[in-house]
């Protein structure tokens, strides 16, 4: 379930993004560009929840 989440708000907010974008630099809007950047963003945030650590860092 985790997965469906972080995958909505990476396509909510990337379509949002490229729409602002498209709008102000005088392009139009492509959908199928923000859903393959979604996808991208999802897999990298997939990938730093795994390269990061859980466990809390001890003080040197």
Do not use: C, R
């Not at 979604?38 to 040197?60: F, K, R």
């Amino acid at each position: 379930m985790k997965f469906f989440w972080m995958f909505f708000w990476a396509f909510a907010l990337t379509e949002m993004l490229t729409y602002v974008v498209a709008n102000m630099s005088g392009g139009k809007f492509d959908f199928m560009q923000g859903l393959i950047l979604s996808v991208a963003v999802t897999i990298l945030a997939y990938i730093v929840t795994l390269i990061l650590p859980n466990e809390p860092v001890e003080d040197h």
